[in-house]
């Protein structure tokens, strides 16, 4: 039986509770949308005891389903003041369905500003003191984790900027090498983890969870049919595996909407500089390269290796939106750099897109010039130091634009857009200035749609919500995005999804029902945003979306907010 584990930091306190049957149905971002609606005040601070921390397998966690491993992160967000959902790949979601965890929920602090280490074994949890690990980054930390308590554990944890309480600042999870690669980037969840004195949490699991199934062999037929779709879908099953979601970077820059030089245009002429085919090309002399799994279960194989210039490992699951944000968007031409960016964004633990968008701004500000890479590393280097200036950078985008008097600031609800200039993709747009998360780029991303045109309004609004709704669902479930992006605008396949489903949890399970997981996610998400103090006049994108014309569409962002308000009418 799924059980929550709830750990209050106050007492030291590690209590076991069977799940009330009133949850059987949430899982992932839906069931941090529940819980944080249920216990949590959405008015308070979001760095006091009265925010919470949950992480959490998806509806399918702990399943044969292909790509369901996804962690889920969530609490009330220290950066937007809203409520947020991150999730990651990695390790350590499938070995929370081996202890059959369905949740672990982090509440209070401790006292004395102490800092703690949570292991869990299948035959012990315990808290343990974390002096020792304080102050490390995360490789440092992981290497040193993996030396104290095995090779095979599985790693959760926050770098330095966590911590401090930077407001960039990410969960970091250890891949299937046990690097801690994969980060829940957004919202600076990081810093809520920090605020627990909740350094690590350490996971160890042998064999495979006790799952049970409502009819085990219609699942399994439901699995194999998702998996050829899958790989049958010219995008989830050739391109990715063989150019990672680098491959976007000319896609996007082709369609007009490529972020460049803090959202001054939406193409860049040095694209193909940093684009996938170029880091094939790179890594091929090098050792690296694509086909990396993130973890188990996965059959896509999106993630990759890059190593530096001497054949030794620099980073990996190097994507699309860390490659754009801190590339086109700051004039950085040279994939290493971006990786040498990258790599540092991980262990200290701070979100690479809104490090890019906070880089970006300096260089709007004049700090330093766009293209001066090795002034971006400084940066990144001044926020590990913890400078006065380091700590202004870690609160994100918005204040560091503020803070250097920028006018030209890419946020939504506190929040640095994602890749897609929503001038060259309306339907993105749409969805940055509704969803509940802020600027996400998992929320429902209209880029290779064809049903509608990118630069017109027409459909835009419908298109936005249906695929809110689709990845509300998808988040729900804990699978991949990058295994559902093609498979899902096919009916068959929403078939297999339901009939997974129903082979799992019984009953009916139809499209209605199946994307209902969605619309009561998002509708739980508005709640708590409401109650929180958010009303429809912050859902907009910047002012000078509005006004200034992005030259490689020759648009402006023209939604009103009666428009607006027609998206995500639940």
């Not at 094939?280 to 002399?285: A, C, K, L």
């Not at 194989?301 to 210039?309: F, G, H, R, T």
């Not at 396949?493 to 082979?503: D, F, H, K, Q, R």
Request: aromatic fraction near 6%.
């Amino acid at each position: 039986m799924l059980r929550f584990l709830r750990l209050k930091m106050d007492t030291k306190s590690i209590i076991y509770e069977n799940v009330k049957e009133e949850y059987e149905l949430f899982g992932g971002r839906g069931l941090i949308a529940k819980i944080l609606n249920d216990e949590v005040n959405p008015k308070c601070d979001a760095l006091s005891r009265e925010n919470k921390l949950i992480l959490c397998g998806g509806l399918l966690n702990g399943t044969l389903a292909p790509n369901c491993g996804r962690l889920s992160v969530g609490g009330k967000s220290p950066l937007t003041g809203g409520i947020k959902e991150a999730n990651v790949g990695g390790t350590a979601a499938r070995i929370l369905g081996k202890l059959m965890l369905k949740a672990i929920i982090v509440e209070n602090k401790p006292p004395d500003n102490e800092w703690f280490i949570l292991r869990i074994d299948a035959d012990k949890t315990e808290l343990l003191p974390a002096g020792k690990y304080v102050g490390l980054n995360n490789y440092a930390l992981a290497e040193r984790l993996r030396e104290d308590f095995g090779e095979q554990i599985s790693i959760i944890s926050i770098g330095t900027a966590g911590e401090r309480g930077y407001r960039n600042s990410t969960v970091q999870v250890t891949d299937m090498e046990g690097r801690p690669s994969r980060a829940a980037g957004r919202g600076g969840l990081g810093a809520v983890m920090g605020s627990k004195g909740l350094k690590a949490i350490v996971l160890n699991a042998t064999g495979s969870a006790d799952t049970e199934y409502a009819d085990r062999e219609k699942f399994k037929a439901a699995v194999k049919n998702y998996t050829v779709a899958i790989k049958a879908d010219p995008v989830s099953g050739q391109v990715f595996p063989a150019l990672g979601t680098a491959a976007l970077v000319n896609m996007v820059n082709a369609l007009g909407a490529l972020p460049t030089k803090n959202y001054s245009n939406g193409k860049w002429d040095k694209a193909e500089n940093i684009g996938g085919e170029k880091l094939v090309e790179i890594q091929s002399t090098r050792g690296g390269g694509t086909g990396h799994i993130c973890m188990p279960g996965c059959v896509v194989s999106c993630s990759n290796i890059y190593n530096d210039a001497n054949g030794n490992y620099l980073t990996s699951g190097f994507e699309y939106e860390t490659i754009a944000l801190n590339g086109s968007n700051c004039g950085i031409d040279s994939l290493d750099t971006i990786a040498r960016i990258d790599r540092l964004c991980d262990d200290l633990g701070i979100d690479t897109i809104e490090t890019g968008g906070t880089i970006a701004v300096c260089m709007e500000a004049g700090q330093i010039q766009f293209g001066d890479g090795e002034g971006a590393i400084k940066l990144i280097q001044e926020m590990m130091d913890g400078t006065d200036f380091g700590k202004v950078l870690g609160q994100g985008t918005e204040l560091t634009g503020k803070y250097l008097g920028v006018s030209r600031i890419p946020t939504v609800k506190g929040q640095n857009m994602a890749a897609y200039d929503p001038r060259g993709l309306k339907g993105t747009g749409v969805t940055y200035a509704t969803s509940p998360m802020g600027a996400d780029h998992t929320a429902g991303n209209t880029v290779g749609n064809p049903t509608v045109d990118p630069y017109k309004k027409e459909g835009q609004v419908d298109l936005s919500t249906n695929l809110q709704v689709a990845m509300a669902t998808i988040d729900s479930l804990g699978i991949c995005l990058m295994a559902a992006l093609g498979p899902m605008a096919n009916p068959e396949s929403i078939g297999y999804l339901c009939a997974m489903m129903s082979g799992k949890y019984g009953g009916q399970w139809e499209s209605d029902r199946f994307f209902g997981i969605g619309v009561q996610t998002i509708a739980l998400e508005k709640a708590f945003n409401n109650a929180a103090g958010f009303t429809t006049r912050d859902n907009k994108l910047p002012d000078f979306m509005y006004r200034e014309v992005l030259p490689s569409s020759g648009a402006v962002f023209d939604f009103t907010e009666q428009e607006l308000e027609m998206a995500i009418p639940f």
